[in-house]
């Protein structure tokens, strides 16, 4: 099984910056994308940034040129680094990752798991 742990939101003034972290542990797994999903009230979640192991990088239109996502693949962990935060982009922030996960007796299959969300509330 794969774990994903979140930190970095918060509360940030409009033009500020939060870093987001997400870290993926467990054992006898490999990951392929790792991504950004964030949801606001009464709206669906929606995908902000994604990740590939090759390092091919996927982007929202709303957040392109203020999000930048990163990866330390020797870490399992994805970072997001968001500059410029509107109003806007007040949500409840999830981390997500897919891979492949192959234990002695177990598997292989394929994963899709998600973090268990983090709050970023962008004041004006």
């Known amino acids: 099984q794969v774990q994903l742990v979140e930190s970095g939101g918060g509360l940030v003034q409009a033009g500020g910056s939060l870093r987001l972290s997400c870290a993926a542990s467990?054992?006898?797994?490999?990951?392929?994308?790792m991504g950004w999903y964030r949801q606001a009230p009464g709206k669906q979640r929606e995908l902000v940034a994604a990740?590939?192991?090759?390092?091919?990088?996927n982007y929202a239109d709303s957040v392109k040129g203020r999000f930048t996502i990163s990866r330390d693949n020797a870490k399992n962990t994805v970072y997001l680094q968001m500059n410029s935060l509107k109003p806007e982009d007040t949500a409840v922030y999830y981390c997500?990752?897919?891979?492949?996960?192959?234990?002695?007796?177990?598997?292989?299959?394929?994963?899709?798991?998600w973090g268990q969300g983090t709050q970023v509330t962008v004041s004006s």
């Open positions: 997500n990752a897919n891979g492949l996960y192959s234990a002695p007796g177990d598997g292989p299959y394929e994963y899709d798991y």
């Open positions: 467990g054992s006898h797994f490999s990951i392929n994308a």
């Open positions: 990740i590939t192991s090759g390092g091919s990088t």
